[in-house]
């Protein structure tokens, strides 16, 4: 529930870079920071590793300049000053460094953040001489803006000049996340979003500090990436979708369009090809991919496991390899993610025969194969990653990979499946996974979820979010917020501060002004204490 209407969505911008960046000349908050300063810092999320609060702050006014070091950050900079400009009102012109004799600014440094920060964290550091953020990597100067944001009021989410104090509050934060992958699913194949809808997606992932943006793009009702070598997948296969919408899919052009975007933000796009399953938009559109040589009839319902490419044609390896091979060359992150769910019309044998040669032509075109946790029934090779999606926690075969070193993504349906509705009266969403609460979304560790699978195994947590009844972006919002924030959160920080469910309802509940004011349409929990 979000009083929608009071702001709006920020502009999509263009980011990336790295270096050295600094606020500069902008007065000191006079002595010490306010209340609702303090309570900004004690809000954070998600929470940080170490946050020690200090006596005094630094005002943002209309003297600030952003200086870009030595080192090149001119992307960087100019994301901050794009998203604080609107609401300011203040100029922040872009500058290489600041005047001889000034002191003060906001600086960012890719220098003394220390080694164990990692390459994604970040010192951040609050005082009335101004504000510096120190990382390894870009992608820590990136993180430690994220909240710097929050460290500001809710009104830096403006879409239009707001009065406000812009004081940074006085702090010292020590921050890293605890797992290395933090990702969130799209499926765009049962209903089509377009690649401004996509591009909003990314944005919520980078606000709260996720770094993998998992793309659901063919399925039964809807192939959704164009392939030049076979053009009907697109004039056929995404002509519709769950419904019988008229679908849609990406052009190459856009395609790269959105990885570009994610890129900037320090995310990595994951593309997924569901295969042998999943994949009646393939053979609705090319009758040689089915056994008997028919086209199959496409498909607007919502039932799994009916469909699968015929194993037994040496041309469906021949699809394969020249789908993985254009979606591969389109895509720079290290991973191409195969489904392999829900095959139930063939045999174990056909499916372990396939999966086989499917694996081995992910690995032809130079990506690491990844896959729901079936992908493991062929005994793969150590670099498979199988993605856990089942409710509960017994999983001997997930178990049993981890044992001999496969690495493991963690999305129990139970808990990270965020189509899942709220309540039983939930409008949207689905329940055969149970019914899944804000509470529930946080009250589980990715780390030791799976029995007998070690924390050193887990790469980390991903949220997934089905699309069988969502058809807006407004829908999407409504099932993201506020449960993605609570699995954020279990990706990044240390698991001896996310086992306290009392303060992260109350941490998470004061995102709701912040929510409000990006007109983002979320769900008003009854279990959060909302301001």
């Known amino acids: 529930m979000s009083n929608t209407g009071m702001g709006r969505r920020r502009a999509l911008q263009t980011i990336g870079g790295i270096g050295t960046l600094s606020f500069g000349i902008g007065s000191a908050a006079a002595q010490g920071s306010g209340s609702s300063d303090t309570r900004r810092v004690e809000n954070i999320v998600p929470i940080p590793v170490e946050t020690e609060v200090t006596s005094a702050g630094y005002e943002i006014t209309d003297e600030t300049a952003i200086y870009v070091g030595e080192t090149p950050a001119t992307d960087v900079a100019k994301y901050l000053a794009n998203f604080f400009r609107t609401p300011t009102g203040y100029e922040l012109p872009i500058r290489k460094r600041p005047p001889r004799g000034s002191t003060g600014g906001i600086s960012l440094r890719l220098a003394g953040a220390s080694d164990e920060v990692g390459e994604e964290g970040y010192r951040l550091q609050v005082n009335p001489s101004g504000v510096t953020i120190r990382a390894n990597a870009p992608a820590g100067l990136f993180a430690g803006v994220q909240t710097l944001r929050q460290l500001l009021p809710p009104a830096v989410e403006a879409d239009s000049v707001r009065a406000a104090d812009w004081t940074v509050p006085g702090v010292q934060i020590r921050d890293y996340p605890r797992f290395a992958y933090r990702g969130a699913h799209l499926d765009v194949a049962r209903h089509f979003f377009d690649v401004d809808d996509v591009k909003q997606y990314i944005d919520y992932l980078a606000q709260y500090k ?36 008229e679908g849609g899919f990406y052009t190459q052009d856009e395609y790269r369009e959105i990885v570009e975007y994610a890129h900037e933000r320090f995310i990595t796009v994951v593309p997924e090809i569901d295969m042998p399953g999943h994949t009646n938009a393939a053979l609705a559109s090319y009758a040689e991919l089915n056994c008997d040589g028919e086209r199959e009839d496409l498909y607007t319902g919502t039932q799994v496991g009916f469909s699968s490419l015929c194993v037994d044609k040496e041309i469906t390896y021949e699809f394969v390899d020249d789908v993985i091979r254009e979606v591969a060359e389109l895509t720079p992150g290290p991973y191409i993610h195969i489904g392999g769910d829900e095959a139930y019309v063939i045999t174990d044998e056909e499916y372990n025969y396939f999966m086989e040669r499917a694996i081995d032509i992910v690995r032809d075109h130079g990506k690491r194969p990844l896959g729901w946790h079936q992908i493991l029934g062929p005994d793969p090779e150590t670099d498979v990653i199988p993605q856990y999606w089942y409710p509960g926690s017994e999983a001997p075969e997930v178990a049993e990979a981890a044992q001999k070193g496969n690495e493991i993504i963690a999305s129990p349906a139970s808990r990270a499946y965020l189509d899942m509705k709220y309540h039983e009266d939930t409008e949207l969403g689905l329940d055969w996974a149970g019914l899944t609460s804000v509470r529930e979304a946080y009250d589980w560790d990715p780390g030791t979820f799976i029995e007998g699978v070690n924390e050193s195994s887990i790469m980390g947590p991903e949220t997934a979010l089905w699309a069988e009844t969502l058809e807006t972006l407004d829908d999407i919002e409504f099932m993201l917020f506020p449960r993605f924030p609570a699995i954020a959160e279990l990706g990044w920080s240390p698991d001896t501060k996310t086992d306290d469910w009392e303060s992260f309802r109350e941490r998470l509940a004061t995102q709701g002004p912040r929510w409000d004011i990006q007109d983002i349409n979320y769900y008003g929990s009854s279990q959060l204490p909302w301001p």
Request: aromatic share 6%.
């Open 210 to 245: 996720a770094n993998h943006l998992h793309l659901h793009l063919t399925d039964d009702q809807g192939w959704r990436i164009e392939i030049e070598s076979w053009p009907k997948l697109t004039e056929i296969g995404g002509s519709t979708e769950v419904g019988g919408g």
